[in-house]
């Protein structure tokens, strides 16, 4: 418009998979489903020297074919390749891995941390690190057992206790071959990951909407928000406006 440029993303009509395991269990079936694909996420995002650094329920978008759409690229951080490391602080506090709570230099195996806390919460729909604040959420993650259910398929305890070790360099993933040395695990076993690449695997799950405009796959608390524009300061001028002319961009 004359005095806003509005930045319009893609909706992903299904809502994200916090959403959905707060509204029903996944199974096992259905959890690993989306733990292969939120992998291969991952994984691409190595191969390009990104590290996410901001893996959770909320961030993992459903589309109506039932397969995942990460979303939030808001912590990434470029060029980091095997054996690079940064030092910022950050993340969503349940997921956050050790070493970055202890201020260390780390590297892409924070990913597979957070990763490890993702299929965790997908297996028994709540975190392995509990508190009341951020501190003894914080105290959870450096010191307390995690706990495992005795009806947990042995699978399952071996791929989050692989991927939820503390010393990273010990860690599933953190190794130079990354994503492939987790693809190895018991708890992928018979997945075809050309497959599952190429959405060839049919999803659990599909979400279903009245409409395009439908809007009941998330939360009332979202979307009954007003929307709020920044105030303008002053108006653009002529010459301003020119900067402009052209910044429209329609997807297919």
């Known amino acids: 418009t004359e005095s806003r440029v509005y930045f319009v993303m893609e909706y992903v009509s299904g809502g994200d998979l916090m959403w959905h395991i707060q509204r029903e269990p996944f199974s096992e079936r259905r959890a690993k489903f989306y733990a292969c694909e ?53 993340g969503t506090p349940e997921f956050m891995a050790p070493e970055i709570l202890l201020e260390q230099k780390y590297g892409r195996a924070v990913d597979w941390w957070a990763f490890g806390v993702l299929v965790y919460e997908m297996l028994l729909g709540q975190s392995p690190f509990r508190g009341e604040d951020e501190d003894e959420i914080f105290d959870a993650i450096l010191e307390d057992e995690i706990l495992y259910p005795v009806n947990m398929s042995r699978d399952s305890v071996s791929i989050c206790q692989r991927l939820l070790t503390r010393d990273p360099k010990k860690r599933l993933g953190a190794g130079p071959s990354d994503a492939a040395e987790i693809k190895e695990h018991p708890f992928f076993h018979g997945v075809n990951w050309e497959d599952m690449l190429a959405k060839r695997v049919p999803p659990p799950f599909c979400p279903t909407i009245n409409g395009p405009l439908d809007t009941s796959n998330f939360d009332e608390e979202f979307t009954r928000e007003r929307p709020a524009l920044t105030p303008i300061n002053n108006p653009l001028s002529r010459v301003e ?12």
């Open 38 to 90: 939120v992998l291969l996420a991952l994984e691409y995002f190595h191969t390009q020297g990104i590290i996410y650094r901001d893996l959770k329920l909320d961030n993992i978008m459903l589309g109506l074919d039932g397969h995942i759409k990460v979303a939030d690229y808001g912590l990434c951080k470029e060029n980091m390749w095997y054996g690079d490391t940064t030092g910022t602080f950050c």
């Open 241 to 252: 406006q020119q900067e402009f002319q052209n910044f429209s961009y329609i997807a297919d």
